[in-house]
């Protein structure tokens, strides 16, 4: 990662909308319409997107929230989780990931975690190689 990338929380319509991009790379049903309309709704849930520059491009993105659990207490629960496909494999998906885990570590929580769609095998093997691991079956039922 280069000495110029930086994380931020996006806080302004613009810095929100600026993600849409990278995150529709992850979400690629999701119009920005959609985007636009449900972040209001999950930042009432205390939803927050995080972003990483670098060279003043974003070039990875992270939806998360803090929530408090019966089964593992006040977690850090990565909604969303993507690099630029342009900017993969040069450190940035690991600095997105270290600085939310420092953030969990700085908010007090005891469990950060995330879901992961079971044909990510990429994402897989880089969360094995960042130390975690499955812990459990995430389950779904369309309504």
Same mark, same amino acid.
């Given at each position: 990662? =280069? ?5 931020k929380?996006a806080? #302004?319509? $613009?810095?929100? #909308? &600026? %993600?849409?991009?990278?995150m529709k790379?992850?979400?690629? +049903?999701? +119009? !920005?319409?959609?985007?636009?309309a449900?972040m !209001? ?7 927050q997107?995080? *972003?990483l520059?670098?060279?003043?491009q974003?070039v ?6 803090i929530?408090?659990?019966? #089964?593992? &207490? =006040? +977690?850090?629960?990565?909604d969303d989780?993507?690099t ?6 040069? &450190?940035? &998906? ?9 953030f969990a570590?700085s908010s007090? %929580?005891?469990t950060f #975690?995330? $879901?992961?769609?079971v044909h990510r095998r990429?994402a ?12 459990d *079956?995430?389950?779904e039922l369309?309504?």
């Open positions: 990662m =280069k000495a110029s990338s930086h994380v929380i806080k #302004s319509a $613009d810095e929100i #909308s &600026g %993600c849409f991009r990278v790379q992850l979400r690629e +049903t999701l +119009t !920005p319409e959609e985007f636009n449900r !209001p709704i999950q930042q009432a849930e205390g939803y997107i995080a *972003f520059l670098s060279e003043e974003i990875a993105v992270a939806g998360f929230r929530i408090h659990m019966l #089964s593992s &207490g =006040k +977690t850090l629960y990565v989780l993507v630029d496909a342009a900017s993969r494999s040069r &450190g940035f &998906g690991e600095a997105i990931l270290k600085w939310l885990i420092e570590r007090g %929580c005891q #975690s995330l $879901d992961s769609g990429r897989h093997h880089f969360y094995f190689a960042q130390g975690m691991h499955i812990s *079956f995430h389950f369309s309504l």
